[in-house]
């Protein structure tokens, strides 16, 4: 079959923070041609709208009263993935402390997670060469009949180290904690907590470089994309 008329294929890759998630994704996305989104940002774009908004983060009523307020635009160019919240570019401030510190409560509350799903689901249906969605809930509840599912692992030693180096000057042992933490809290939330999909391929990138974690993943969608 002729490349360009290729059947699009939807892969859902899964994982806790510092495995190499959104490197991964974005890199796969752009060498086979399919559109890239990072639910993450998603949700760091409504937390960030809820905190200058000045919503009580710690009062899960007041976030769900206003869940379906602030318009979230996703584009999804994996050279160029844009975030945008009432027409304002927030890729910059969602990456904030501020915004890293609080999202995971602001992500627990069921009616911020079934609008950013919605969102999720519209994005990922329309994406006419088919998609790479990355996330924490991807494989389970967003997509659960995704072509392809995938879950990142690695060992917190090798995730903090990872995430220290992103975060300049960051603490490795301040890291570890903050992102053992944030696990904990989103594998323990009641709604859609992060966890891996039944039928979702386990990749270990505790040893491997991004190169060759790359490299698995292309492997493993043009082996599904083949079959299909």
Known sequence: MENGAAKPVIVAIDGPSGTGKSSTSKAVAAQLGLSYLDTGAQYRAITWWMVTSGIDIEDPTAIAAVAGKPEIISGTDPAGPT????????????RTQEVTSKVSAVSAVPEVRAR???LQRSLATSAERGIVVEGRDIGTTVLPDADLKI??????????ARRSGELKGA???????????????DSSRKTSPL????DAVEVDTTELTLTQVIECVVTLVEEKRAAK
């Open 195 to 198: 966890a891996k999909a039944d």
């Open 171 to 185: 603490d490795v042992n301040a890291t570890r904690e903050a992102l053992i933490k944030r696990d904990a809290a």
């Open 83 to 94: 975030i945008t919240v009432d027409g304002t570019d927030v890729s910059g401030p969602i």
């Open 151 to 160: 879950f990142l692992t690695a060992s917190p030693e090798a995730r903090a």
């Open 116 to 118: 950013i799903t919605e």
